[in-house]
């Protein structure tokens, strides 16, 4: 049983950092892509970032580019997302996904995705 639990979430100021983490039971995360979205009440789930199953790209969502970063580390089966530079509107539930048909160009479609975790929230305060 595939099984993704993130944690790490939490309050913080406006221009804080954060890392959120997402472990991996069930699968070996190598040859994985894996994905984080964020959801907030009544809004469509937003893609953040993603990496390709080789690790070899990461994609970002506009909105976060240049202040997220995701990671990865397949022997301990943990995928990471560093976020700095926060702001008020970055508060949301987080969620990671893992998928092994996803190809590069769709990194950013959750439907492509197989396997979710519960989300963890973030929140923002100015």
């Known amino acids: 049983q595939v099984q993704l639990v993130e944690s790490g979430g939490g309050v913080v100021q406006a221009g804080d950092s954060l890392r959120v983490s997402c472990a991996v039971s069930g699968r070996t995360l190598s040859g994985y892509a894996v994905g984080w979205f964020r959801q907030t009440p009544g809004k469509e789930r937003e893609f953040v970032a993603a990496?390709?199953?080789?690790?070899?790209?990461?994609y970002y969502g506009g909105s976060v580019k240049g202040r997220f970063t995701v990671s990865r580390d397949n022997g301990k089966n943990l995928v990471y997302l560093q976020m700095n530079a926060l702001r008020p509107e970055d508060t949301a539930v987080y969620y990671c996904?893992?998928?092994?048909?996803?190809?590069?160009?769709?990194?950013?479609?959750?439907?492509?995705?197989?396997?979710w975790g519960q989300g963890t929230q973030v929140t923002v305060s100015s």
């Open positions: 996904a893992i998928g092994n048909r996803v190809i590069t160009s769709s990194l950013s479609n959750h439907n492509q995705y197989d396997w």
């Open positions: 990496m390709s199953r080789t690790g070899g790209s990461t």
